[in-house]
């Protein structure tokens, strides 16, 4: 079972994500505050194998060279990625959401019924599109919405959510659009 920790960091307070299986980690959106990250890490006594890009907005990469440096990763993961990926015990799939911006995604640990949205759901919200993404923005979340109800999403700002409580109280997935 995956463990996950949450690092709060950068003026936007952005989510950074630590998944690891108590030897092994990846690290999602890298925020702004290296420092924070590689502590964390050194505290839990862990290997970094990769590292996960929701999208490409700086509150979310800020500190992505420091971290790649930090553990000489060659290999990001993000929108151009492989739709099935698997890294040693990691197994996960890659789902373009495009809408917030044209380089989001979200990863999905299947076995492990999570999902990292950055800024692509929040609890009880979406993240802000232009106007020329609304249309790439409705059909992410009408494939958001055929996900499993018992999916935890962990998303780039906030608290975690599920797919189900987002699917019943989300304003922007109760059918307001179609």
Do not use: Q
């Not at 960091?9 to 690290?27: M, P, Q, R, S, V």
């Not at 509150?59 to 990926?85: M, P, T």
């Not at 962990?154 to 059918?175: C, D, T």
């Amino acid at each position: 079972m995956l463990k996950i920790e949450c690092i709060v960091n950068g003026e936007l307070e952005e989510n950074c994500y630590i998944i690891h299986n108590n030897k092994h980690a990846l690290i999602v959106d890298p925020g702004s505050e290296s420092e924070k990250i590689i502590d964390k890490i050194s505290k839990l006594n862990l290997d970094v194998l990769g590292v996960l890009i929701t999208h490409y907005h700086f509150d979310h990469i800020g500190a992505l060279n420091d971290i790649k440096n930090k553990y000489k990763l060659a290999k990001i993961y993000d929108y151009k990625s492989s739709s099935i990926n698997e890294i040693d015990s990691f197994k996960f799939k890659k789902i373009n959401n495009f809408g917030h911006t044209m380089d989001s995604c979200s990863f999905l640990f299947e076995n492990d019924k999570i999902m990292f949205t950055g800024d692509f759901v929040f609890f009880e919200t979406i993240g802000n599109y232009d106007d020329e993404n609304e249309v790439e923005m409705l059909n992410s979340l009408k494939e958001f919405i055929k996900l499993d109800d018992d999916i935890k999403i962990y998303p780039g700002h906030g608290p975690y959510s599920s797919v189900g409580y987002e699917k019943e109280h989300n304003y922007y997935l109760r059918g307001i659009w179609w």
